[in-house]
């Protein structure tokens, strides 16, 4: 009985959200699209048939919670390691005390790193050989994209699963099991907690169930007793014990290249004001000024091109401000070429152009310049023939002469297909002009 009282005084002492951590697959909550009924791992987990995997999501979306599931339901030996306190050394044992076990007892062996992310190459390598001959079943958990994190041979004898923040309606079926669970929970505590706390946390935990039950915790074990013996949590209250909102950002990992890309297509979608956003959630994360600042300059010359040929120069100009004034003030220009570029006119012809002109220069062998327009002026050129032939164009009515310019194979080739598209519209009637057998009227007309 002494134990017995003991044993619970000490889960009490665990945090909230250890306590109250699922210990049967039908208790977790969320991540449907993996763990339902019939899902690949679901099936797996049940049928204690688990192969090697990675867990990948961000914070509090349920990667130590699955392992524990794990632990509770595997009939094999469940070994947990924490990446940031575990080296080569403690690695390797775990791995050589599979070998034995499976050797001596035929017992199978699941080992849990978790942020195996934070492992670096040489004691990622340490697991790879008892991985390989199955000696352990490796279960990764990261909160980083495990293509750029985890090794590429590693990766390749892992099934990879992407958990995502936890909805609303997850997170509240967790707070409301916390408030009424007697025996892990809060339920023993007299708590009256309005539906506007119980919103608020939902809202403000970005999808993190760990974030929601410290700061259930906090305010209901911080907040005295009312007249009425109730604690009380309100709105406030909910307020108070929550950490200030962070923007969900990884400089080095895949959020990195999601937001960026989710700013060109803004961007290039002529959407000025989801680029803003974008272009916020980059800058309140601490993302490089300059970094955004060269995709721009690449969007103005891709997307804007010569629709509106001062798109690359309010791009480039926009990068020299942030260069010189810095942060915060840096952010105004930076938010001047975005909007400038989502609303002007788009073309990708000079994209488009100088990648139809590589292809070609790539697959000949000839790389020859027809003699006319070689250069003349080096010594003994002339004597070789060098710009014999050449027609100077400002010798000529509006500065325009025919002439050829391309090698004899490629008279008939067309790299720049003009748009019409602001200011391109006029190129393309300047070339229909000059060029009447290769350049037609645009294509594409402005809306």
Known sequence: MEDDLFGYQAAQNLPLALRMRPRRLDEVVGQEAILSPGKLLWRAIVADRLSSLILYGPPGCGKSTLAAVIAETTHATFIGLDAVRSGAVELRKACEEAVERRQLYGQRTLLFVDEIHRLNKAQQDVLLPFVEDSSVVLIGATTENPSFTVNAALLSRSLVFELYPLDAKALMTIAQRALTDTERGLGQLPLEVTEE????????????????????????????????????????????????????????????????????????????????????????????????????????????????????????????????????????????????????????????????????????????????????HYGGAKKLGHGEGYRYPHDFPGHFVHQTYLPVDLLDARFFQPQAQGAEKKMAQRLGHWWPKRYNAPQTEEP
């Not at 006119?345 to 590589?358: D, Q, V």
Request: proline residues 4%; aromatic residues 6%.
């Open 197 to 376: 706390a119980l919103s608020f946390w939902v809202q403000g935990c970005d999808g993190d169930a760990r974030r929601l039950l410290n700061a259930l915790e906090l305010a209901a074990t911080t907040t005295p007793a009312g007249a009425d013996g109730k604690i009380h949590i309100t709105a406030a209250v909910a307020a108070e014990s929550i950490q200030q909102r962070r923007v969900r950002y990884d400089r080095q990992g895949d959020m990195h290249y999601d937001v960026i890309s989710a700013y060109i297509k803004s961007i290039r979608g002529s959407d000025p004001d989801a680029a803003l956003f974008w272009l916020a959630t980059m800058l309140e994360a601490g993302e490089d000024p300059r970094f955004i600042a060269r995709r721009m300059v690449i969007a103005a010359a891709e997307d804007i091109g010569l629709a509106e040929p001062l798109g690359l120069v309010v791009a480039e100009s926009a990068a020299q401000a942030v260069e010189r004034v810095g942060l915060p003030e840096g952010r105004i220009p930076l938010a001047m070429g975005t909007l400038f570029l989502a609303t002007a006119p788009k073309s990708n012809s000079a994209y488009l152009g100088i990648e139809r002109a590589s292809a070609v220069v790539r697959s000949r062998t000839d790389t020859g310049v027809p003699t006319h327009l070689r250069d003349a």
